[in-house]
Nanobody
């Protein structure tokens, strides 16, 4: 497993941008990395993911607004969030997983989109 620490959350107005970062304590080059979010009273849902080969995928609700990227040299994964909406408000979690290991989760970072 791998220790993950998220940062970059905060309060932003609708239409604004935030960039979340997830720092891993060891190499992530062989891990699939993802960003998830959980709003109060709702389940935790996948937002975006990047596989070890660099391919990416997004939830329909964030396509065209969010971009996930990874820097294997720095052991970091980022989520650039643009055109934020109130419904993007949630705690955002970073997840690392690979075969034959339990998934690893960060502690989460709060994103609040409000005027």
């Amino acid at each position: 497993q791998v220790q993950l620490v998220e940062s970059g959350g905060g309060l932003v107005r609708p239409g604004g941008s935030l960039r979340l970062s997830c720092a891993a304590a060891k190499s992530i080059s062989r891990y699939s990395m993802g960003w998830y979010r959980q709003a109060p009273g709702k389940q935790r849902d996948l937002v975006a993911q990047t596989s070890s080969d660099g391919s990416t995928g997004y939830a329909d609700s964030v396509k065209g607004r969010f971009t996930i990227s990874r820097d294997n040299a720095k052991n970091t994964v980022s989520l650039q969030m643009n055109s934020l909406k109130p419904e993007d408000t949630a705690v955002y979690y970073c997840k690392a997983n690979r075969l034959f290991e339990p998934p690893s989760w960060g502690q989460g970072t709060q994103v609040t989109v409000s005027s």
